[in-house]
């Protein structure tokens, strides 16, 4: 049976529930949250259906849509997934579909801990905004319109605004901006690359830009969009504001944050070492170099954290980093391993920020120096959290290792014939000794040793909490026991690049 416009609904199924979230919230209260979830249940299981057709088939999905709105001009909007687009899409719609279901009890305690009235309306607010996710996440991993692409990823700077500044911790007004105004100046970057693909080619597809292959305004398209990316994926000198917005995010949300910075490495492989690669050597060993130093850069911050959620938060500039690595090193286990991280990354970025939240949640405090053998308080976020750790610090079973080492792989098979190449990879080992250090080690601070006596109160978070972070743990090792599920995609799709 084939299901028909099935990514048009992986993508504006979504905007639908937020009619229904919109229409029906105001009396559901915070029942509003089972609505989100049951639309993402079905566009996750869309793209798992997708990604079973494409792997029966062997041959990607392409969906059109065109229609005429004057004589002369006509819109065309298209989704394409296929080895590269489709893991993606899947990837983050399960991470939406997660922190959707950790929403449900977390934004009741939230909004009990900060408002005292118009609590439904809150609600409302707060899925509605959330939905916005799910189809800019997606969308952008689908399009194969410039316009629609850009369109798709300014969606996603309006829930974070939104939600930081109503639900968000510390100075959430100011952080809400710093996010905005930071995320727009990417974009703004990115748009100008956008603008100078359609002026030169007179077209709004992404495979328009191959044509300029040979041309000097090519140099400049790989720039700009380049440099609008490595702001929106904070990297060394734009990385000021994750730390701020990513730390005090609502904690619901902050996998989502994590997947929307590391998307710009998707980006990337799509619009410019696909469709422009000999350009895009011209940038390999600067970016290589960048992400080294915000790999080192990002560890050594990461360290240097005391807050629970700062730690987690500025653990995402070091870990896009080695992807941003992998990616620019050109090779085809680099490519593919780079986005494999990424991927692997959130799934555990969503683990540990959400564990971050139950702890705060239950202890009353985000100063990690005040914890300590929550052990034998909270065995299952314990467990949880030392999944999460094992993932980030890139140990078997789970989908970090396998990632990591695909990547480093290709990055080493590359640097053969080039001894700046083999300097910056054998450092870059070195660098990754650090995501252990800061990620076992707040392990060991906050869940071992003696607890103290303003905490033998603590009790564990309800299952609600807990619960829905096992299908994080569990996709994870499914690809890390079986990383073909994921490489034959990604291998597919960069095998057919110009090497």
Not at 76 to 83: H, L, M, S, T
Not at 188 to 205: C, D, H, M, P, R
Not at 330 to 343: E, H, M, R
Request: proline residues 5%.
């Amino acid at each position: 049976m084939t299901i028909p416009f099935i990514l048009l609904q992986s993508v504006f199924v979504p905007l639908l529930a937020i009619l229904a979230v919109a229409l029906f919230g105001p009396r559901l209260g915070k029942k509003t949250g089972w609505i989100v979830v049951a639309s993402l249940v079905y566009t996750t299981s869309l793209l798992l259906i997708s990604g079973l057709d494409i792997l029966r088939k062997g041959s990607p999905i392409l969906e059109e849509y065109s229609w005429t709105t004057f004589p002369s001009l006509t819109i065309k909007v298209g989704f394409f997934a296929d080895g590269l687009s489709l893991p993606v899409a899947l990837v983050v719609s399960i991470v939406t579909l997660v922190c959707a279901l950790y929403s449900i009890p977390y934004i009741e305690h939230r909004i009990e801990e900060l408002y005292d009235e118009g609590r439904n309306g809150l609600y409302t607010v707060y899925y509605a905004s959330f939905l916005f996710f799910a189809i800019g996440l997606v969308g952008v991993s689908l399009s194969t319109n410039l316009v629609a692409l850009f369109i798709f990823l300014e969606l996603l700077l309006i829930p974070p605004y939104m939600l930081i500044g109503l639900f968000g911790y510390g100075k959430k007004k100011r952080i809400a901006m710093i996010y905005f105004v930071w995320n727009h100046v990417g974009a703004a970057f990115f748009l100008i690359g956008i603008v100078l693909v359609v002026i030169y080619t007179g077209s709004f597809e992404v495979n328009a830009i191959s044509s300029l292959a040979g041309t000097s305004i090519a140099f400049w398209v790989v720039f700009f969009m380049v440099i609008g990316w490595l702001v929106k994926m904070a990297t060394f000198g734009f990385h000021i504001w994750l730390s701020h917005a990513h730390g005090n995010t609502p904690t619901a949300i902050a996998p989502i944050i994590a997947a929307i910075v590391g998307l710009g490495n998707y980006v990337l492989v799509r619009l410019l070492v696909g469709q422009l690669f000999d350009v895009f050597q011209i940038f390999s060993m600067p970016l290589m170099v960048l992400a080294l130093i915000t790999m080192i850069y990002g560890g050594m911050l990461t360290i240097a954290q005391d807050d629970i959620k700062n730690l987690y938060a500025c653990s995402t500039i070091g870990q896009t980093a080695y992807s941003l690595l992998g990616i620019a090193s050109l090779s085809l286990f680099g490519l593919a391993g780079g986005i494999f991280y990424f991927l692997s990354h959130i799934l555990g970025k969503g683990i540990l920020f959400h564990v971050a939240g139950i702890v705060v949640t239950q202890t009353g405090t985000r100063n990690i120096k005040k914890m300590g053998g929550l052990v034998s308080k909270m065995p299952m976020t314990t467990i949880l959290c030392a999944s999460g750790s094992l993932l980030l610090a890139a140990l078997p079973p789970l989908s970090g290792f396998q990632a990591k080492w695909i990547m480093f792989g290709g990055i080493f098979t590359d640097a053969a014939g080039s001894t700046p190449k083999l300097i910056i990879a054998i450092a870059a080992i070195f660098a990754a000794f650090l995501t252990p250090m800061y990620t076992i080690w707040p392990l060991r601070r906050i869940f071992f040793g003696k607890l103290p006596d303003s905490l033998q109160h603590v009790k564990e978070a309800p299952l609600s909490m807990t619960a829905p972070l096992l299908i994080f743990v569990i996709t994870s090792l499914v690809l890390g026991l079986y990383p073909d599920l994921v490489m034959d995609f990604l291998t597919s799709y960069i095998s057919t690049l110009p090497w």
